[in-house]
């Protein structure tokens, strides 16, 4: 609202001019301060994540140079994934470190590094094994963080994962880095001579009268047998553990040990059903009458398989264990990882990673939004 003057004196019209004058130059010289703080501070911030971006570059400098000259790299892996360190990619993007690979089955390569240890001989710099070893391995002190050494910016940049962030293992969220989860449909095959899949929606159908005796298992009691599976079953507000209960104490369910008799018996016909045989892709490519059920309506499981990534402490090449983490965990690691298992027999893995494609994830195997996990 203005002020109208008319009728003031002289004298009492310069003060007020005077005054407005006043008061609007120390408006002027408030807006001018308040300018300059928000341009220190805008240059601070500025600053701040240039020194930042400077810290990163120089760490990851410093640590590329001293792995060159340690020159190599152990990586302890379960043979599954062992093809995934025989394509040359990381040879190619640091010529000057040494890729070293020891594979073998989890229980071999848990004995031996556990032995390896005892006669203080220390050869491994990083794990590629599961959850059980790699926790064993936790709890005998044998691994150092891994959180601290993921250097790489897009590495560190959580919205380059699923749901927005690192999946750990462990409940520090520390040491067993998970950068696999695939989805799993219960890993229950059928034979195709004997069953109609469209008969099966929901996981309780298995357990309708008529499939009593006549359905296969891998004993759930053998290392690595159908763990997502189960935290499917029991954790599912619809099955939980009375669904459990039944599958394995009401179905007169067989029970088998070793991996080829079970596809074997399921191929031949002598159970039309089997919750975790192996193999069934590969042998229904190869055309024996055997495939794998889909999606049921109770959802399905993620599995991590052999994708737990730990840091050896005490490691020989420690420098060239943190290149080689964060290589692997990079985009085009995981991009050489995704296409290196493209054709596995047991359904390629999904990496967490979201800013990849998943062409070479088997269809079976993606995750879906939408779908409760």
Same mark, same amino acid.
């Given at each position: 609202?203005?002020? $109208?003057?008319?009728?003031?004196?002289? =004298?009492?019209?310069?003060? /007020?001019?005077?005054?407005?004058?006043?008061?609007?130059?120390?408006?002027?010289?408030? %807006?001018?301060?308040?300018?300059? %703080?928000?341009?220190?501070?805008?240059?601070?911030?500025?600053?701040?994540?240039?020194?930042?971006?400077?810290?990163?570059?120089?760490?990851?400098?410093?640590? =590329?140079?001293?792995?060159?000259?340690?020159?190599?790299?152990?990586?302890?892996?379960?043979?599954?994934?062992?093809? *995934?360190?025989?394509?040359?990619?990381?040879?190619?993007?640091?010529?000057? @470190?040494?890729?070293? =690979? *020891?594979?073998? /089955?989890?229980?071999?390569?848990?004995?031996?590094?556990?032995?390896?240890?005892?006669?203080?001989?220390?050869?491994?710099?990083?794990?590629?094994?599961? =959850?059980?070893? $790699?926790?064993?391995?936790?709890?005998?002190?044998?691994?150092?963080?891994?959180?601290?050494?993921? %250097?790489?910016?897009?590495?560190?940049?959580?919205?380059?994962?699923?749901?927005?962030?690192?999946?750990?293992?462990?409940?520090?969220?520390?040491?067993?880095?998970?950068?696999?989860?695939?989805?799993? %449909?219960?890993?229950? $095959?059928?034979?195709?001579?004997? *069953?109609?899949?469209?008969?099966?929606?929901?996981?309780?159908?298995?357990?309708?009268?008529?499939?009593?005796?006549?359905?296969?298992?891998?004993?759930?009691?053998?290392?690595?047998?159908?763990?997502?599976?189960?935290?499917?079953?029991?954790?599912?507000?619809?099955?939980?553990?009375?669904?459990?209960?039944?599958?394995?104490?009401?179905?007169? /369910?067989?029970?088998?040990?070793?991996?080829?008799?079970?596809?074997?018996?399921?191929?031949?016909?002598?159970?039309?059903?089997?919750?975790?045989?192996?193999?069934?892709?590969?042998?229904?490519?190869?055309?024996?009458?055997?495939?794998?059920?889909?999606?049921?309506?109770?959802?399905?499981?993620?599995?991590?398989?052999?994708? /737990?990534?730990?840091?050896?402490?005490?490691?020989?090449?420690?420098?060239?264990?943190?290149?080689? @983490?964060?290589?692997?965990?990079?985009?085009?690691?995981?991009?050489?990882?995704?296409?290196?298992?493209?054709?596995?027999?047991?359904?390629?893995?999904?990496?967490?990673?979201?800013? @990849?494609?998943?062409?070479?994830?088997?269809?079976?195997?993606?995750?879906?939004?939408?779908?409760?996990?």
């Amino acid at each position: 609202m203005s002020t $109208s003057l008319k009728g003031w004196s002289r =004298v009492e019209r310069s003060e /007020i001019t005077c005054r407005a004058l006043s008061m609007s130059s120390s408006s002027i010289r408030l %807006l001018r301060a308040l300018a300059l %703080l928000l341009i220190s501070f805008g240059c601070l911030a500025c600053f701040s994540a240039a020194r930042a971006a400077e810290g990163w570059q120089q760490e990851w400098e410093r640590t =590329v140079q001293a792995a060159k000259k340690e020159g190599q790299v152990t990586v302890y892996v379960h043979s599954t994934y062992a093809p *995934v360190l025989a394509t040359g990619a990381f040879e190619k993007a640091f010529p000057d @470190i040494k890729l070293s =690979v *020891v594979s073998g /089955i989890e229980n071999d390569l848990e004995r031996r590094f556990s032995a390896e240890r005892r006669a203080g001989k220390y050869l491994a710099d990083v794990f590629m094994v599961g =959850v059980l070893p $790699s926790n064993d391995f936790k709890q005998a002190k044998y691994l150092d963080p891994i959180k601290p050494v993921l %250097l790489l910016p897009e590495v560190v940049d959580e919205s380059k994962w699923w749901r927005g962030k690192h999946t750990y293992s462990d409940p520090e969220r520390q040491y067993l880095f998970r950068y696999v989860a695939s989805a799993q %449909l219960g890993q229950i $095959s059928y034979n195709t001579q004997l *069953v109609q899949p469209k008969e099966f929606t929901s996981f309780w159908n298995f357990l309708k009268p008529k499939w009593k005796g006549k359905i296969l298992a891998r004993d759930i009691r053998l290392p690595g047998t159908g763990g997502s599976a189960i935290r499917l079953f029991y954790y599912s507000p619809e099955m939980g553990p009375e669904f459990v209960r039944k599958l394995f104490g009401e179905t007169d /369910i067989t029970l088998f040990r070793d991996r080829r008799q079970g596809l074997d018996w399921l191929a031949a016909g002598k159970f039309p059903i089997c919750i975790w045989c192996e193999g069934v892709e590969k042998a229904n490519s190869q055309g024996l009458p055997v495939d794998m059920f889909g999606r049921m309506k109770e959802g399905a499981g993620l599995s991590a398989g052999q994708a /737990i990534l730990t840091l050896v402490n005490q490691a020989p090449h420690a420098n060239s264990a943190k290149v080689f @983490i964060n290589w692997f965990l990079s985009r085009d690691g995981q991009l050489n990882f995704q296409k290196a298992l493209g054709k596995a027999d047991e359904g390629s893995p999904d990496s967490l990673r979201v800013d @990849i494609p998943k062409d070479d994830v088997d269809p079976k195997s993606r995750r879906i939004d939408g779908v409760k996990y």
